[in-house]
């Protein structure tokens, strides 16, 4: 089976349209009136809709895809019960972590296999191997209770299915998946190819994994049909000190995270040697870049970063045993015409779905309810035609985000052509983010009727709706992305929050102001959480050695958003800030002179929006936020646009 790439490039979408790029010669100031309007209409028209029309650039992007479904595989069953697969007992599982604010239990949690369960991952990987020697077919997993200590590898032309009442558990033990992997690491075990967090490495295989395949599918009945990746389970310690994978986070209280000793991502880990020995001849400018203190080099989560900035093979980015990466849940590298459908995960190590570098991908009618740390629900990363629709997203961090690479992994190309309609977003940081790994850019996403529920507003709320984060680091750019008839019955967090000790000293972007407040001398933006609609083009510098990438943000076009209030802690609102636009910060860069052009955030359409009503009502001042935020930012057209009950028809631009 192929499908066939058919969406519509910019130019494309303005030859027939009409439509250019506008640009306004305006004076100083935040806000100026603007009449004008130079984009679409509200998405979603009539066939002539250039986005969502009979022939519109989405609709293509989503007929292209119509033939990547379960019925293409080959009608033939092969039960993993033939080949040896065996049932497991569970026993009630009660968490040791005694602070539930920092320790958060989540779903499927409450039970884990019972000791001495049988692992049928032997089974299950002897009927994959025999369904694709076969020419493909669905490999069946019945309902009932299964173990599976290791990664299951997919193969071309197989669909690996879970029967309705059917659960996996994961083994919780890294070790397991680091035993077999095609790459012999030696004392790191042996080891898969990885990409984490947009670097990579050789590390610990994903619980559901493939490379290089064609034509594969992981599919369920419905959300009885479960993945369970047993990350809250602990596989060493006990009490407030057991460690499972989420420990691996390092954030001090959490999930048995004592300390910065606490062996974890963020802990000086002694495997990690100087880069002088590690690479012989590194530049003396770079070396010093690198081993800036800000960012500890010892640490795994900058050591991999490093290894890329310093141009390391992969071959020799080796981590595993030792180190303290988490795997993906899900991860399919290099793999084209890929289906996910009708299941739920739960519980996962890192990031819930990671498709890297593949093409052709449809995710639908999946429930991803994992919200534990960096629990993203689905990130592609560097994909070419993608289709996610009638997921539900309940995570501990983005619902959906896009990514393309980070540092100088970037060999991939961007993310484009993209579609995401008829997705619901309960709690997480993001509803639909793109960032903040977009090294190689994302272009041609299109999104429509999301339902951002944010069931759970008054305890663990959606902090931002539509998110857009990058910084000189991550560089990349953003363009062509269209959003339509988003609702947010219960707005977003009514908490602003930055990013503190993540900023830079010296810094324009400082805490001399309070939040949400722009002034010509100290900006303070409310980037990590409370705003509807968010660009951060400052995000986290401080995390990032190497700051040379000036990002470009342009051709974001939004419409029909509603937020509706809610009273929580006696206050009543939809959001702290209505939008957060934060542009790209000059002072970050930290490269060769001279600096090289950093561009204002530019052609950005919000139309026939109703904000409901901003907790920062302003009058803004250098004091007091208004219900918009805006450093380095050109031309952000609102055109009926409702602010806490009146009607906005303004362009908002601050020169810097």
């Known amino acids: 089976m192929k499908s066939r790439h058919v969406a519509a490039s910019r130019a494309e979408i303005e030859a027939a349209t009409g439509l250019t790029r506008r640009s306004l010669l305006l004076g100083t100031g935040a806000v100026v009136g603007s009449g004008l309007f130079g984009t679409l209409a509200a998405c979603g028209g009539g066939d002539d809709d250039p986005i969502w ?181 602990p596989f060493a310690g006990s009490a407030n000190t057991s460690t499972c994978w989420w420990t691996w986070k390092g954030n001090a209280g959490s999930y048995g995270a004592v300390n910065s000793s606490t062996p974890t991502q963020a802990y000086a880990n002694p495997a990690n040697v100087d880069l002088k020995t590690k690479v012989p001849g590194i530049d003396d400018a770079l070396y010093a870049l690198l081993t800036n203190p800000v960012t500890p080099l010892q640490q795994d989560q900058n050591y991999l970063p490093c290894l890329s900035e310093a141009q390391v093979p992969i071959e020799q980015r080796i981590f595993g045993l030792g180190h303290y990466l988490r795997p993906t849940m899900v991860a399919f590298i290099d793999c084209s015409d890929v289906l996910m459908e009708n299941y739920q995960t739960q519980c996962t190590p890192f990031w819930q779905h990671h498709p890297v570098n593949c093409r052709n991908v449809v995710i639908r009618g999946v429930k991803v309810d994992s919200n534990g740390p960096n629990n993203d629900g689905f990130d592609p990363d560097a994909c070419d035609t993608v289709l996610c629709e009638q997921v539900e997203f309940n995570t501990g961090d983005d619902c959906i985000a896009i990514k393309s690479g980070k540092n100088l992994d970037t060999l991939y190309g961007p993310s484009q052509n993209q579609v995401y309609q008829d997705c619901t977003m309960n709690s997480g940081h993001g509803g639909i983010t793109l960032g903040s790994e977009m090294g190689a850019g994302i272009r041609n996403v299109y999104a429509r009727r999301l339902t951002m529920l944010n069931q759970y507003w008054a305890t663990n709320p959606l902090n931002i709706a539509i998110r857009i984060k990058t910084n000189l680091n991550r560089g990349g750019f953003v363009e062509d992305f269209y959003v339509d ?66 990002p470009r943000v342009r051709g974001i076009h939004i419409s029909n958003v509603r937020a509706t209030n809610v009273t929580l802690n006696g206050a009543t609102g939809s959001c702290f800030q209505a939008i957060v636009a934060q542009g790209p910060v000059a002072y970050d860069y930290n490269g060769p002179l001279p600096v090289p052009e950093v561009p204002a955030i530019s052609d950005v359409t919000i139309t026939d929006c109703d904000f409901g009503t901003p907790l920062a009502a302003g009058p803004a001042s250098a004091t007091v936020p208004g219900p918009i935020y805006a450093y380095n930012v050109q031309d952000i057209v609102l055109q009926n646009v409702k602010i806490g009950g009146t009607i906005v028809n303004t362009t908002v631009s601050d020169p810097r």
């Open 53 to 233: 029309g009979g022939r519109g650039a989405a609709t293509e992007i989503v007929k292209s895809l119509r033939s990547l479904s379960q019925s293409s595989f080959p009608a033939v069953d092969f039960p993993v019960t033939d080949y040896g697969a065996q049932t497991c007992d569970t026993v009630a599982f009660t968490s040791p972590y005694t602070d539930p604010a920092k320790s958060p239990f989540s779903a499927g949690s409450d039970r884990t296999h019972a000791p001495g369960s049988f692992d049928s991952r032997p089974a299950f990987l002897a009927t994959i191997a025999a369904c694709h020697a076969a020419g493909g077919g669905r490999v069946v997993v019945p309902a009932g209770t299964w173990y599976c200590a290791g990664p299951i590898e997919l193969l071309g032309d197989v669909n690996f299915h879970l029967g309705a009442g059917c659960t996996i558990y994961f083994s919780p033990n890294p070790a397991d998946y680091a035993k077999d992997g095609p790459i012999d690491c030696g004392a790191n075990g042996k080891l898969y190819y990885a990409r984490w967090q947009a670097n990579d490495c050789l590390n610990y295989g994903s619980p559901i994994y493939a490379r290089g395949q064609t034509h594969i599918a992981l599919t369920g009945e419905d959300h009885t049909s479960i993945l369970n990746g047993q990350a809250m389970i």
């Open 485 to 550: 008839d988003v609702t947010l019955s219960h707005g977003v967090s009514l908490t602003p929050a930055g990013y503190g000790s993540a900023m830079l000293a010296g810094s324009p972007i400082n805490t001399t102001v309070p939040l949400g407040v722009a002034t010509a001398s100290g900006s303070n933006p409310s980037a990590s959480q409370g705003g509807i609609i968010t660009f951060d083009c400052d995000y986290q510098p401080a995390k990032d050695a190497i700051r040379t990438r000036p």
